[in-house]
């Protein structure tokens, strides 16, 4: 594919397209085209994208360089081609499909939510909207019944994208946007960061409003961003943070510097099953962080493992809450074998056992934040293995164990109501995460140690 263009972002990243596009070096136009020309040479492939809107991102772009033209400066995302997760209400685009062919409830409306609404007073372009897989509720990425997006991480065999933001994980990686919109409530935009990666930031819950937005758990939905770089996660949440909370967002800088940092190594649970080459990978980290001055103590985190009594429950159950018995039932047949059983588990559900459990995580909340108080982040490597083959998901029973498996080290985090990120390791062959968590509402301060992390592993081999 000698035409193909290349990815005009990959080079200077967010900040370097917003000198250049203010400088009147570039426009929004031309990256959009770019963009749009490389959907169109390998989406046919990669399946990233559930619907395309490349009338309407080319009008926005036009639209975006008059106004910098013409003075009107709407911020550092201003012009930039964006892809969306495909659960969200956008205008002019097909209602969220959520990766099933089921007829689902009307429950979202026609109107854009809050969030959709500052990535357009951002200016950014939307591209598309990026597949998503059936109901939020896989982990893995694959979902029979609209298709499972291609990791590009492996061109030769069908590996796994990782989901359920798996398009928008595909899209980042694949060049195929300048940054994409996730969702994740047990790992969903981690778990494709760590797989294809790039990229993943999971925001507090609760931080980003998520009304417009398709619900798989509200007590644990949040809003992410799969991005290039942990330089442009924070940018892109500065800016977004900024529109969303207007003058009581102060970005203030945290001072996060590797030689003042204290992170914390759980000993327990996060380390189970991991395998031996990307433990190794994340203790080669570790040590490397050592020598740079960062402090890293053992810790144990006795709640981690309650996620795997929470999850088979609450979210089979909010799913059906919203689906209705009946209407699952109905329906089930045209979902993927695997989701259909998790959300039939649901009917089996007991409402005092919810409660029980949802009292249980509340206090396991309280008693983490007093766990990280001292630490400025908890790391862990983001996923125990390397993302698997399709072929090895074809069989309901395997793919449910394997996808389990997969939210082993990510659904902690929404379970204790953390933010945290995943950052790709610079490894050969596939790729490999590595997990941040920090204290609710550290979002900024998270990413700032990424950064730090960040610059300090491009010396690392």
């Not at 956008?90 to 099933?100: F, L, N, Q, R």
């Not at 109905?330 to 998790?342: F, G, N, S, W, Y």
């Not at 588990?345 to 001292?374: C, I, N, P, W």
């Not at 390791?425 to 920090?438: A, D, F, S, T």
């Amino acid at each position: 594919m000698n035409d193909l263009p290349l990815d005009p972002f990959s080079e200077s990243g967010l900040e370097g397209f917003a000198k250049n596009f203010r400088a009147g070096k570039i426009t929004s136009e031309a990256v959009t085209q770019a963009y749009i020309e490389r959907i169109k040479k390998l989406d046919p492939k990669l399946g990233a994208y559930e619907t395309v809107a490349f009338d309407d991102a080319l009008a926005t772009a036009r639209a975006m360089d008059i106004l910098i033209q013409s003075g009107t400066d709407l911020g550092p995302l201003m012009g930039v081609p964006i892809a969306i997760k495909d659960v969200f209400v956008i205008a002019k685009m097909p209602g969220p499909k959520v990766g099933t062919r089921m007829k689902m409830p009307d429950i979202l409306g026609s109107d854009e939510g809050t969030f959709i609404q500052a990535l357009r007073k951002a200016g950014c372009v939307f591209l598309g909207q990026a597949k998503a897989v059936e109901l939020c509720l896989g982990i893995t990425g694959h979902s029979a019944p609209l298709g499972t997006p291609w990791n590009p991480s492996d061109m030769e065999n069908h590996r796994a994208p990782g989901g359920s933001s798996s398009g928008s994980g595909v899209a980042m990686s694949a060049g195929l946007c300048a940054f994409a919109i996730g969702t994740d409530s047990g790992g969903s935009v981690r778990v494709p960061a760590a797989f294809n990666g790039v990229f993943g930031l999971k925001t507090t819950a609760g931080l980003w409003p998520v009304d417009g937005a398709f619900p798989l758990e509200p007590r644990v939905d949040s809003i992410g961003l799969l991005t290039r770089s942990a330089k442009d996660a924070l940018l892109a949440f500065n800016t977004i943070s900024s529109i969303l909370f207007g003058y009581t967002f102060k970005p203030r800088r945290s001072g996060a510097r590797l030689n003042r940092l204290c992170l914390g190594v759980p000993e327990n649970h996060f380390s189970d099953n991991v395998n031996p080459e990307i433990d190794l990978a994340f203790r080669r980290v570790n040590q490397h962080l050592a020598s740079e001055g960062c402090l890293l103590e053992s810790v144990t985190v006795p709640e981690a493992p309650e996620r795997a009594g929470y999850f088979p429950i609450s979210m089979p159950a909010a799913l059906l809450s919203v689906l209705g018995k009946d209407n699952f039932l109905a329906q089930k047949q045209l979902m993927d074998p695997v989701i259909a059983q998790r959300v039939e588990s649901g009917l089996e559900s007991r409402a005092y056992e919810f409660l029980a459990l949802e009292d249980k995580r509340t206090k396991s909340r309280e008693s983490v934040a007093e766990q990280l108080s001292g630490f400025d982040a908890w790391v862990s490597p983001t996923t125990t293995d390397f993302p698997p083959l399709v072929s090895d998901l074809d069989d309901p029973q395997q793919g449910l164990r394997l996808a389990l498996g997969m939210t082993q080290n990510t659904q902690p985090a929404n379970y204790l109501g953390l933010c945290a990120i995943s950052m790709p390791l610079p490894v050969e062959g596939l790729p490999i995460g590595y997990q941040l968590m920090g204290s609710p509402n550290s979002d900024q301060k998270l990413l700032e140690i990424a950064v730090e992390i960040e610059a300090s592993l491009k010396q690392f081999v």
